[in-house]
């Protein structure tokens, strides 16, 4: 017979067991009630994605410092990481995607030098994507070069030796200029000081960004606190005797993976694409492992609230984003643009939305923003409107809104140009990029959960938003009114009748967008009125009924990119008109000040031209290689820059010329030479305006036909308020 205690504890394990039953009874019928939409953000695990961007930094090549790089075996170990990642989450259908890049590995960098008093000072060094290796520690002599411009090598002899310049990218030039000069003037290799822009949370701070040039035109990096140890003993002696020690190597056409899993939905075919990569400098703990594991988080979210999506959710960790292609102004987001363009061309036609991420988990300023393509704007706005209940983080008292275009520093880029809208959440705005980022500051210090989770939440919901569309909601009329905007007349009577009867155009092509719009709005109201009535085979038969609509649409999308976006020397995105257009505002302004003698001002107008602000500051040869590589090289080198950049104006030997004068010569010369170069300029703005009027009525035209295609479903009746 069981003891008195024994009686006891069965049953109090009776009445628990009968409790437990009750909660999970009472809480299946608490689940039963709640929408798709809340079940999502029950099943939302934010220290699950925190873990596991914690657990992304655990592979590296440099032991001290971190980094997992295009091609390396950090990268390759991390992506086979993610991968049973995937698995174990449930996603479906894992793989990985064989891509090609040039690969760069960051073992080591290490500089060492012994001062007058004997004390031994060893330096950790960053590295830029270029080939050096040496044989253990080598001696070299050290010049400090000042800013590493042509004119502060006068008087220098830098051949086989280390060159030590101050480099502040974000507000003079990027690192390729004196880094090329370096290499021009024999030196061995180039280590920049962090002396602003970037790196400045903290006077040791190192910093990486792509290289954008040549891999045998080595260059590292130093921070400020140990480049003034080095300064301070240079102001004795001209040369200072180091040891280096490093490792960095980079190798041509290697293998790397994105890394893909899928829930599949009900249309096997059609797609949401949610992206971010993997590869990172130093740890990399926001930039960009907060967002892989958010796309991870979101993932297991929508696996464990039970949700079944009408279409494929794709997630994918890009690789070599950072960088992945030698001697290329566009050599980053190249794991991107090889996932769209060579291993799923394919997707163009399929893939209705990307879902970009960089850098979620910290707050970029006090207003949140969605990045977006013209044509998403709209909805964008709307489903921020349905959703503003959703909590905001304190972070953002401003609230939250939608910027347009996307820019060119992330992977959406690359796949808007492919033929897929895309998003990305802001993060480019704020402190952190010239404070933290690509520093080995990227830490969880600048960790905010409560940003964190309201992006999963925010971006989650999006996904399942996009996830309820029959056909796909672009509004172009949105590039049409960006396009009128940045039309000007400022020049002769024939350019402003040229305007003129393009505004006209757009004017017509923008009437029909708004219509196509106003079709496609009615026709998912339409679909998810029946959806919500469980009428799901009607509801799909309509959803079909769009497809060859859809199809036109993101052809017209994909055509749209092609013909009108373009990208200015510093990388912004503009139509393509603007890049003569502005050089023209330019000249006028050059001339002008020439005319009055104002040389100082006519050379600011004249920086502003292309990229003649280098002009001013490097060699020819320097000047011509990086203008060159950009005209004249093959698209497999190109990448997603291929083609964006249209006419280009040398004024190298003219600035030159210039500088050498004073206010008070004569500027006759060069004034007739100017007018020459406004002639060229204005035949080609003059093309640019016919292009975009063609552009424009083809543009029309498929509308029209796209319209004609949706026009059964443009007059159904809806219930009011049903939205």
């Known amino acids: 017979m069981p003891r008195f205690d024994e009686r006891f504890y069965c049953g109090i394990m009776n009445r628990d067991i009968r409790w437990d039953n009750e909660k999970s009874a009472l809480q299946t019928e608490e689940m039963e009630k709640m929408t798709a939409e809340e079940k999502l953000l029950k099943a939302l695990d934010v220290r699950y994605s925190y873990r596991l961007a914690k657990r992304m930094e655990e592979k590296k090549t440099n032991p001290v410092l971190g980094y997992r790089t295009a091609g390396s075996l950090a990268e390759l170990e991390t992506g086979d990481m993610l991968m049973r990642e995937m698995e174990e989450i449930g996603l479906q259908n894992v793989r990985k995607d064989e891509i090609k890049v040039d690969s760069w590995e960051f073992q080591k960098a290490q500089l060492e030098f012994q001062d007058d008093d004997g004390v031994v000072h060893t330096f950790e060094l960053g590295a830029y994507q270029t080939q050096f290796e040496t044989d253990g520690k080598e001696e070299f002599s050290l010049v400090y070069v000042g800013k590493g411009t042509q004119r502060d090598y006068d008087g220098l002899d830098v051949e086989g030796k280390l060159v030590l310049a101050d480099i502040n990218q974000r507000e003079e030039w990027w690192i390729n200029f004196p880094v090329y000069q370096a290499h021009l003037k024999g030196a061995?290799?180039?280590?920049?000081v962090q002396a602003g822009g970037y790196g400045e949370i903290d006077e040791e701070a190192l910093n990486a960004q792509d290289i954008a040039g040549p891999k045998d035109a080595p260059a590292f990096s130093i921070s400020w606190k140990d480049a003034q140890i080095l300064k301070a003993e240079l102001k004795e002696k001209k040369e200072l005797k180091v040891k280096l020690d490093a490792v960095s190597r980079v190798r041509k056409d290697q293998k790397t993976y994105n890394i893909l899993g899928e829930i599949t939905g009900k249309n096997k075919e059609r797609m949401i694409l949610l992206s971010a990569h993997y590869d990172s400098y130093f740890d990399g703990f926001q930039d960009d492992n907060t967002a892989v594991s958010m796309i991870l988080g979101i993932a297991k979210g929508f696996i464990q609230s039970?949700?079944?999506?009408?279409?494929?959710?794709?997630?994918?960790a890009m690789a070599a984003e950072e960088w992945g292609v030698v001697d290329s102004k566009y050599d980053w987001s190249i794991g991107a643009y090889e996932e769209m363009f060579t291993v799923h061309p394919e997707w163009r036609g399929k893939v209705i939305a990307d879902l970009n991420f960089e850098l979620p988990a910290l707050a970029h300023g006090k207003k949140d923003a969605i990045h977006s393509t013209y044509e998403y704007v709209k909805f964008l706005e709307k489903f921020l409107h349905e959703i503003k209940d959703l909590k905001m983080p304190e972070a953002y008292p401003d609230g939250i809104e939608v910027q347009a275009p996307i820019e060119t520093w992330s992977d959406d880029f690359s796949i808007a140009i492919a033929g897929i809208p895309s998003m990305v959440n802001e993060f480019s705005t704020g402190s952190f990029m010239e404070t933290h980022y690509h520093s080995q500051f990227d830490n969880d210090v600048y960790y905010d959960e409560e940003v964190y989770r309201f992006h999963h939440e925010l971006y989650g919901l999006l996904a399942m938003k996009i996830d309820q569309l029959a056909i796909v909601?672009?509004?172009?009329?949105?590039?049409?009114?960006h396009l009128k905007k940045s039309l000007r007349v400022e020049f002769e009577q024939e350019d402003e009748a040229a305007v003129k009867m393009l505004k006209e155009k757009i004017r017509g092509a923008k009437a029909v967008a708004?219509?196509?719009y106003a079709e496609i709005s009615q026709i998912n109201k339409r679909y998810r009125k029946l959806r919500k009535k469980g009428k799901e085979k009607e509801a799909e038969k309509i959803r079909?009924?769009?497809?060859?609509?859809?199809?036109?649409?993101?052809?017209l999308f994909k055509k749209e990119q092609d013909m009108l976006v373009r990208l200015n020397w510093h990388d912004e995105v503009l139509?393509?008109?603007?890049?003569?257009?502005?050089n023209l505002q330019y000249l006028d302004r050059a001339i002008e000040h020439l005319r009055d003698?104002?040389?100082h001002y006519a050379l600011q107008s004249l920086y502003r031209i292309d990229n003649n602000r280098y002009a001013f500051l490097f060699e020819e040869e320097v000047y011509q290689h990086f203008t060159e590589y950009v005209l004249h090289q093959p698209k497999e080198r190109l990448k997603w820059g291929a083609g964006r950049i249209v006419h280009h104006e040398n004024l190298y030997r003219l600035v030159r010329g210039l500088m050498e004068k004073q206010e008070g010569d004569s500027f006759e010369e060069e004034i007739a030479y100017l007018e020459k170069v406004r002639q060229q300029q204005r035949?080609?703005?003059q093309e640019d305006l016919v292009y975009v009027m063609q552009a424009v009525d083809e543009m029309k035209k498929l509308l029209e036909d796209t319209k004609e295609d949706m026009r059964i479903y443009g007059n159904s009746e809806f219930v009011p308020g049903d939205e």
Do not use: H
């Open 188 to 192: 061995k290799a180039l280590i920049a």
């Open 544 to 555: 079909e009924s769009m497809d060859p609509a859809e199809q036109k649409l993101l052809a």
């Open 306 to 316: 039970g949700y079944q999506p009408q279409n494929t959710i794709v997630f994918c």
């Open 597 to 599: 003698g104002k040389l």
């Open 473 to 481: 909601a672009l509004d172009f009329s949105n590039v049409f009114r």
């Open 514 to 516: 708004k219509e196509v």
């Open 575 to 582: 139509f393509p008109q603007e890049a003569a257009q502005k």
């Open 683 to 685: 035949t080609w703005y």
